[in-house]
C-alpha cells in the first residue's frame, strides 16, 4: 500500500461520536406489521378515523408492492416482520411547557449540543425534537404563534390542525408514490409540522432533531412543511443513532408546499449511526423527500450534508410547477468503511420559464460505494426552462467507488440544459504540499474535503455551516489516500 | 543551521543522491547548480521530508536536531521552507485560509497563542507589501487559474507570511518572464536577515543575478563535484555543464 492509501486509510477509522444510548423507559408496539399494528398507533395517538382509514389504504397498497431494486446499493433482504414500529419514550403526563419535559430527555438532547431550554437560546433556533416515534418538545412555539406560524409535531397538528394536514398530506408524496413511502404512510409515528402564512417571513430557522433510542425500533417520521403566498422559511434537519449491531430502518417522508413567491429552505445535516469499520450495523435510511413550487415565482432549495447512515438512498426533488419557479438541490455525501450511498435529486420542469440548479459533491473513502443519481425531466409545456448540473466526485483511496448516472428528458427544444461532472482524487501531492507548510495530514484532508465542498456548505446556515464542517472531518478521519 | 553529512538517497531502485555534503550557516545563501537529472529538486525534497524517496545512508541535522527523523509538518515547523517547483491548486480552500490554518498549526506546535483575525490581517497587509502580490489573488482557490508568474509569487509570499529559517527554492525562476524573475527575486532579498539562510536550487544562472549566493555548488550525478563562489555560476553559464562533465569522465 502506498503511503498515500495509508494515511487516508488512517483517516477514516474514526469512530462514531454519537453511538451512546440512554436507558429510557419505552412503551412499545409488538414486533411486526400487519393492519391491527396500524390500528394500535393510530389509537395510541388518538387520531380521527380519517387518518386511519389513509394509513390502511398505504399499508394495502404497500402490501401489493415489491421493494425497489435499481439503487446501486446491495444489502440482505429486510424482514419487515422483524421491525418494532412503535417506541415511545415513556412520559408520565403530556407535557404542557417544557418545564414538564422529562430531564432525562433534555439531558439526552443536550449531549447531543441541543438546547431545548429556550432562554438558553442565543443564536434563535426553534428545535421540534423526536425521540423514536414521537416528539418531545418544541421550542418557541409561542413566538412564533404571534406571526401565525404553526411550528408543532404532526400528532399535534392532526389534533389541533386537521383541515390542513387533510388537505396537504400526501399531496406531494402520495401514499402510493414509492415502497417506503407507502411504508411511512401506513406507520409514520410523528414528524414535524409547519405552516407559515401568507406573507410572513419566518424570523428564526426552525429545526428538527431526530434520534433513534430505542432498539430494533424502525423510525418512520413524516415532516410537512406548507409555505403561503410570498412567505419565507428556512428548515433544518439533524440526525444521530446509537451504535448498534443490527441494522435499524429509516424510511421518513418529507413534503414541501411553496405558493406563489413562497420561498423554502431546507437543510440536512445527516448523521445516522454508519455501521463500524467492518460494516456492521448501521441505519438504512430510504427516504422520500419532495417540495412542489405549486405557485408562480416560488422557489424550494435542498441542502443535504449527508455523512451518516450504512445505506442512503434518496432523492430530494423539486416538481416546478408555477412558472417563474426554481429548484436547487445541493449535496454533499460522503461514504466510508462500508457505507453505500445512491443519492440525488429530480427536478421536473413543468411550468415556463423555470429554473433548477444541482451541485452534487460526492467523496467516497474506504471500501464505500458512493452513486450519483438525479433526472432533469423537461415537459413539453416547459418553455424557456434552464438546468445547470455539476457532479463532482472526489476519490481517497483505491478501494472505493463512484458512480454517477444522470438522466436527462428534455421535451421542449427551447430548453437549456448543461451537465457539467468532475471525477478527481485527493492527491499526494496535496497533502505533501500542506505538510511542508506545516499542517498535518488529518488537518490536510479536512482542509481539501471542505474546499471542495465549499459551495455546498455555503448554502447552510451560519451556525450549521461550522458543524457540517468539522463533521466532514470526522467522518473522514483515518482515511488519507 | 544545516549539516548534510554523505546523504544518499533513492526513489524505488534508483539511486539519485549519492553522497552529498553541505553545511548552510546562518545569514548565507547557497546556490545548487547543475544539469538536469542530476538531483537537485531530489536534494530539495529529501530536505522537505517528501516519502517518495528513500534516504539509504547519511544525516541531516538542522539547528541541532536530527532532521531525517521528523515528519514533513514537524520539519516545517522547525523553520524549513520549500517554494515548489510546482505548486499544487486546492479548490475551494483560498491562500488566506491556507495561510491562517499554516500559521496557526506552527505557532501551536511552537507552544505560541493562535493569531486571532485582526492580527493575521494586519501581518497579511504587510507580506503583501513586501512581496508585491495581488490581494485579490489571495481570496482566490489556493493556486487554481493561477498563471506561473503567479504561483511562483504566491510560494513567496506564502514563505513571508511564516518567517522560515532555511528556505529552500526549487527551480523558482522557471517559467518566469524577466518582471516576473525580478519581483520573486525582490521579495526574496527583502526576507533575507543574519539569522535565516536560503537554498537556491536552478539550472540557470540568471536568478544569481538577483538572488546574490554567498556559495556555488554543482551538482552531478548526485554529487557535489564543484564547490565555488557566484563566479563559478559565471563560469558555468559561459562554458555549459558539458565542461563539468567533461571534468568528471577525465577524472
Known amino acids: ?481 | 543551521m544545516l549539516k548534510i553529512k554523505n546523504l544518499h538517497a533513492r526513489v524505488e531502485e534508483k539511486a539519485i543522491l549519492n553522497g552529498i555534503n553541505l553545511e548552510v550557516k546562518p545569514g548565507e545563501v547557497h546556490a545548487i547548480m547543475g544539469p538536469n537529472g542530476s538531483g537537485k529538486s531530489t536534494l530539495a525534497s529529501v530536505l522537505a521530508g517528501r516519502e517518495d524517496f528513500e534516504v539509504t545512508q547519511g544525516e541531516v541535522e538542522f539547528l541541532g536536531k536530527d532532521l531525517l527523523d521528523m515528519n514533513p509538518e514537524d520539519r516545517a515547523r522547525e523553520g524549513i521552507f520549500l517554494a515548489f517547483q510546482y505548486p499544487v491548486e486546492i479548490p475551494g480552500v483560498s491562500t488566506v485560509n491556507f495561510m491562517k490554518t499554516a500559521l496557526n498549526k506552527i505557532r501551536e506546535y511552537r507552544g505560541q497563542d493562535t493569531l486571532d483575525a485582526v492580527s493575521f490581517l494586519t501581518m497579511m497587509k504587510e507580506k503583501i507589501k513586501l512581496v508585491e502580490i495581488d490581494q485579490s489573488l489571495l481570496n482566490r482557490s489556493l493556486n487554481e487559474g493561477f498563471s506561473g508568474g503567479e504561483k511562483k509569487r504566491n510560494e513567496i509570499f506564502q514563505m513571508a507570511m511564516l518567517e522560515p529559517k532555511l528556505a529552500i527554492l526549487d527551480e523558482t525562476d522557471s517559467g518566469l518572464d524577466i518582471d516576473a524573475l525580478r519581483i520573486v527575486a525582490n521579495g526574496v532579498n527583502k526576507l533575507r536577515t543574519k539569522d535565516n539562510a536560503t537554498i537556491v536550487v536552478t539550472h540557470y544562472q540568471r536568478l544569481l543575478d538577483y538572488i546574490v549566493p554567498d556559495y556555488v555548488h554543482v551538482l552531478y550525478k548526485g554529487k557535489i563535484v564543484k564547490s565555488g563562489t557566484k563566479e563559478l555560476a559565471l563560469e558555468l553559464e559561459e562554458k555549459g555543464y558539458d565542461w563539468i562533465k567533461d571534468e568528471m569522465e577525465v577524472a
Open chain 1, 1 to 481: 500500500m502506498s503511503k498515500d492509501n495509508q494515511v487516508l486509510e488512517e483517516f477514516t477509522s474514526k469512530e462514531y461520536e454519537h453511538g451512546w444510548t440512554i436507558d429510557l423507559e419505552s412503551d412499545s408496539a409488538p414486533k411486526g406489521l400487519n393492519e391491527d399494528i396500524i390500528r394500535f398507533i393510530s389509537a395510541k395517538k388518538s387520531e380521527p378515523e380519517w387518518l386511519l382509514e389513509w394509513r390502511l389504504k398505504a399499508y394495502r397498497h404497500w402490501t401489493t408492492m415489491k421493494e425497489p431494486k435499481w439503487p446501486n446499493v446491495h444489502y440482505p433482504e429486510i424482514n419487515f416482520q422483524d421491525i418494532i414500529y412503535y417506541s415511545a419514550p415513556k412520559q408520565k403526563v403530556v407535557p404542557k411547557s417544557l418545564d414538564e419535559v422529562d430531564p432525562e430527555l433534555i439531558a439526552t438532547f443536550k449531549k447531543l449540543g441541543i438546547s431545548l431550554t429556550e432562554q438558553k437560546r442565543l443564536t434563535g433556533i426553534a428545535v421540534d425534537a423526536v425521540i423514536d416515534s414521537v416528539s418531545v418538545a418544541t421550542t418557541f412555539k409561542e413566538k412564533l404563534g404571534e406571526l401565525g406560524i404553526i411550528f408543532c409535531s404532526f400528532s399535534e397538528a392532526v389534533r389541533e390542525h386537521p383541515e390542513l394536514v387533510k388537505k396537504y398530506l400526501g399531496s406531494v408524496v402520495p401514499p402510493n408514490d414509492n415502497y417506503y413511502a407507502a411504508l411511512n404512510s401506513a406507520v409514520f409515528t410523528d414528524g414535524s409540522f409547519c405552516y407559515i402564512p401568507k406573507g410572513v417571513k419566518c424570523p428564526m430557522e426552525l429545526s428538527t432533531y431526530f434520534r433513534i433510542n430505542a432498539a430494533n425500533t424502525g423510525q418512520f417520521e413524516r415532516t410537512l412543511i406548507v409555505a403561503e403566498e410570498a412567505s419565507y422559511v428556512s428548515y433544518l434537519e439533524g440526525c444521530t443513532a446509537p451504535m448498534r449491531d443490527e441494522n435499524q430502518l429509516h424510511a421518513a417522508v418529507v413534503e414541501l408546499y411553496a405558493m406563489k413567491s413562497a420561498e423554502i429552505k431546507y437543510s440536512t445535516v445527516q448523521n445516522w449511526y454508519p455501521g463500524d469499520k467492518n460494516g456492521k450495523g448501521g441505519i438504512y435510511n430510504f427516504v422520500t423527500k419532495r417540495g412542489i413550487c405549486a405557485g408562480d415565482h416560488s422557489k424550494i432549495s435542498w441542502t443535504q450534508v449527508e455523512t451518516g447512515s450504512s445505506i442512503t438512498w434518496k432523492y430530494p426533488s423539486c416538481i416546478l410547477k408555477g412558472d417563474y419557479s426554481s429548484g436547487e438541490f445541493y449535496s454533499v455525501a460522503v461514504t466510508n468503511n462500508y457505507q453505500q450511498a445512491d443519492t440525488g435529486t429530480k427536478m421536473i420542469h413543468i411550468g415556463k420559464h423555470t429554473r433548477s440548479r444541482i451541485v452534487s459533491k460526492g467523496i467516497s473513502a474506504g471500501k464505500s460505494q458512493n452513486s450519483y443519481r438525479g433526472q432533469v425531466h423537461i415537459l413539453k409545456r416547459a418553455e424557456n426552462a434552464r438546468n445547470f448540473s455539476q457532479c463532482d466526485s472526489l476519490l481517497m483511496g483505491d478501494q472505493c467507488g463512484a458512480h454517477t448516472f444522470p438522466y436527462i428528458d428534455v421535451e421542449n427544444k427551447s430548453a437549456h440544459v448543461e451537465h457539467e461532472a468532475t471525477t478527481s482524487k485527493i492527491g499526494e501531492d496535496q497533502i505533501f504540499y500542506c505538510q511542508q507548510r506545516g499542517i498535518d495530514e488529518e488537518a490536510a484532508v479536512a482542509l481539501i474535503v471542505n474546499g471542495y465542498a465549499k459551495e455546498v456548505l455555503k448554502q447552510l446556515p451560519m451556525e450549521f455551516a461550522v458543524e457540517a464542517q468539522k463533521l466532514l472531518a470526522l467522518t473522514l478521519e483515518g482515511s488519507v489516500g
